[in-house]
């Protein structure tokens, strides 16, 4: 019972250690012979207990230090693996957070009517290309069938909601021009066009949200 309270509290020590250090902590090292290199390696596994080493695709294989026994190893694996899964976590939802942002924003910019169905399916096909662009190609074939199975719809349904959507969507910015009411700052409905096909008006739109997320990204980044 007392080694695995003495366990559990080396890796809280551990795990506070973890939260303290800086989340963008980088070191490059310069080694020009074997006892360099080990001496690196040695310093690294004292202070760490562990150190990660990259291959050519990118993944990370992380070596632990069990010279000071299994308990003390298997913390270290216990520890940098649910700090991984907790820093991958927050990407994850702060990436999903970013996606359903930049839908609204887009799809905010003009007069849909959201309390149409085709409202909200067109939001989910935006959440699904904004992960996989594929799925517009072609997007009768891929994209309404998934949408469908989601919403328990058949595909002609899908399509049919979407297309009165869009339908009503022409028929409000057609009278916005008419009236000349100034109303709508942005229009989908393309000059001599009089209704907005399905399947080109939504890789439209999925490109204006892919845009926003570039633009996003980068305004992250400055």
């Known amino acids: 019972m007392r080694r695995d309270q003495s366990i559990r509290s080396d890796m809280k020590s551990e795990q506070m250690e973890e939260l303290r250090r800086p989340k963008d902590e980088f070191g490059f090292y310069l080694v020009a012979s074997n006892r360099e290199l080990l001496n690196h390696v040695e310093k690294l596994m004292n202070r760490q207990g562990l150190f990660g080493v990259m291959d ?36 994850e939802i702060g990436q999903i957070a970013q996606v359903y942002h930049a839908i609204d924003s887009v799809l905010e910019r003009f007069a849909f009517n959201v309390h149409l169905r085709g409202y909200r399916l067109l939001q989910e096909m935006m959440r699904l290309i904004a992960e996989d662009v594929s799925l517009l190609n072609p997007i009768s074939k891929r994209l309404y069938p998934l949408i469908a199975e989601r919403y328990k719809m058949t595909p002609y349904q899908v399509e049919r909601n979407v297309r009165y959507l869009f339908d009503d969507l022409a028929r409000r910015e057609k009278q916005a021009v008419e009236e000349e009411t100034g109303r709508l700052s942005c229009r989908l409905l393309l000059s001599q066009e009089s209704r907005l096909p399905v399947a080109r008006t939504v890789s439209r739109l999925a490109e204006m949200v892919d845009d926003h997320l570039a633009r996003t990204t980068i305004s992250d980044k400055s």
């Open 56 to 91: 050519s695709s990118g993944r990370v294989h992380y070596l632990i230090d069990a010279r000071k026994g299994s308990p003390y190893a298997a913390r270290r694996i216990l520890t940098t693996a649910e700090h991984l899964i907790r820093e991958q976590s927050r990407l």
